[in-house]
């Protein structure tokens, strides 16, 4: 069992930024990669990024892409999301999840296997 717990999330002006910060219990080979998705109220779960337990892979949706940044503490167990120049549309509920495969992170073969409960970010003007 993994446990994922976010934190980070909060109102901020358009423009703004934010960290968010991911922590999993200890490493295992179901929680290889964390990954974030959001969702905004009626609409669809979306990815955001996704990382490696090394570092040495991450991947980022094209929404994410010029404006978010992902890493990782391991030390502290700990995956962050950075994002900078928010708008309106970023404003959803922020979810990490850990998968053994950067492919269930991108949504295929049934998803993430753990999930946190989630922090919100709401962002206006």
């Known amino acids: 069992q993994v446990r994922l717990q976010e934190s980070g999330g909060g109102s901020v002006q358009i423009g703004g930024s934010l960290q968010l910060s991911c922590v999993a219990s200890e490493y295992s080979e179901s929680r290889k990669y964390i990954c974030w998705f959001r969702q905004a109220p009626g609409q669809e779960r979306e990815g955001v990024a996704s990382i490696s337990f090394k570092g040495d892979t991450t991947y980022f949706t094209d929404s994410a892409k010029a404006r978010f940044s992902i890493s990782q503490d391991n030390a502290k167990n700990t995956v962050y999301l950075g994002m900078n120049n928010l708008k309106p549309e970023d404003s959803a509920m922020y979810y990490c999840?850990?998968?053994?495969?950067?492919?269930?992170?991108?949504?295929?073969?049934?998803?993430?296997?753990?999930w946190g409960q989630g922090t919100q970010v709401t962002v206006s003007s």
């Open positions: 999840a850990a998968a053994p495969y950067l492919s269930r992170c991108r949504g295929y073969g049934g998803g993430p296997d753990y």
